[in-house]
């Protein structure tokens, strides 16, 4: 665009400020060559006129600006000549290296222990299981929202570290762990998801579905909760 005379003002719609100002980051990293052709190119495109300027929109893609789509269209199908063709694009490197880690960390995660046997594997609404993700809300926490004590909450649950029988039978394997609903035993995770009569302000039988699995402990406030815990 700085190098169409026509231009005059440069609008910058994006969804990720910080991405944006690394652009103008003077510090060493691995992708200052870009920032530093890019930075030569502004000064030249406003050393052309004084007139000329440019600004950054921050819109979140998840809010669906129509605007945002056309512009995101649109560059989809721009053919540029790339600047520096021996190098990857910033976009692409910054997705390449991500994914990476997000393919490591699955590899790591789901050919270890390091869940744990008792892990709640959970799937979205499409049925399918979900896997860490560094876009779009992340995989877990966008479901959640802003409570600390359900976040708290759903991943005691997850993990099956919770003020339950079942976990503190590990280390207390001599006391009383049955249910207070009378019908179970030792106070289980299966128990208190399916079948036990104290948490049955909501039902639906989809509680390996992370959304049916928030709202039944956003109705069941004791559920993986501390008997003395804040409310």
Same mark, same amino acid.
């Given at each position: /665009?700085?190098?169409?005379?026509?231009?005059s003002?440069? +609008?910058?719609?994006?969804?990720? +400020?910080?991405?944006?100002r690394?652009i103008?980051?003077?510090s060493?990293?691995?992708?200052q060559?870009?920032?530093?052709?890019?930075?030569?190119?502004?000064? =030249? $495109?406003?050393?052309?006129?004084?007139?000329?300027? /440019?600004?950054?929109?921050?819109?979140?893609?998840?809010?669906?600006?129509?605007?945002?789509?056309?512009?995101?269209?649109?560059t989809?199908?721009?053919?540029?000549?790339?600047?520096?063709?021996?190098?990857?694009?910033?976009?692409?490197?910054?997705?390449? !290296?991500?994914?990476?880690?997000?393919?490591?960390?699955? /590899?790591?995660?789901?050919?270890?222990?390091?869940?744990?046997w008792? $892990?709640?594997?959970l799937?979205?609404?499409?049925?399918?299981?979900? =896997?860490?993700?560094?876009?779009?809300g992340?995989?877990?926490?966008k479901?959640i929202?802003?409570?600390? *004590?359900?976040?708290?909450r759903? /991943?005691?649950? +997850?993990?099956?570290?919770?003020?339950?029988? =079942?976990?503190?039978?590990?280390?207390?394997?001599? =006391? !009383?762990?049955?249910c207070?609903?009378?019908?179970?035993?030792?106070?289980?995770?299966?128990?208190? *998801?399916?079948?036990?009569?104290r948490?049955?302000?909501?039902?639906?039988?989809?509680?390996?579905?992370?959304?049916?699995?928030?709202?039944?402990l956003? $109705?069941?406030?004791?559920? $993986?909760?501390?008997?003395?815990?804040?409310?």
């Amino acid at each position: /665009m700085t190098n169409l005379l026509e231009i005059s003002k440069i +609008i910058v719609i994006t969804d990720s +400020i910080h991405a944006a100002r690394s652009i103008f980051d003077s510090s060493i990293y691995p992708l200052q060559v870009h920032s530093a052709t890019i930075s030569k190119e502004l000064r =030249e $495109f406003f050393s052309m006129n004084s007139d000329n300027s /440019m600004k950054f929109w921050e819109y979140p893609s998840r809010c669906d600006w129509p605007l945002f789509k056309a512009v995101d269209r649109d560059t989809k199908q721009f053919c540029q000549i790339l600047m520096l063709s021996c190098k990857s694009l910033w976009d692409f490197s910054k997705k390449r !290296e991500c994914n990476d880690i997000i393919h490591n960390w699955k /590899m790591t995660f789901q050919a270890s222990d390091l869940k744990g046997w008792q $892990f709640l594997d959970l799937v979205d609404n499409d049925n399918i299981s979900i =896997e860490p993700s560094y876009s779009n809300g992340r995989s877990w926490l966008k479901f959640i929202g802003h409570s600390n *004590l359900l976040c708290t909450r759903v /991943m005691r649950a +997850i993990v099956n570290h919770a003020p339950i029988g =079942e976990y503190r039978l590990c280390f207390f394997p001599k =006391e !009383e762990f049955k249910c207070p609903c009378g019908s179970y035993p030792i106070k289980t995770r299966q128990h208190i *998801l399916h079948e036990c009569q104290r948490f049955n302000n909501y039902w639906n039988l989809r509680r390996d579905s992370l959304s049916y699995f928030i709202l039944f402990l956003e $109705f069941n406030s004791s559920a $993986f909760a501390f008997d003395n815990a804040i409310k």
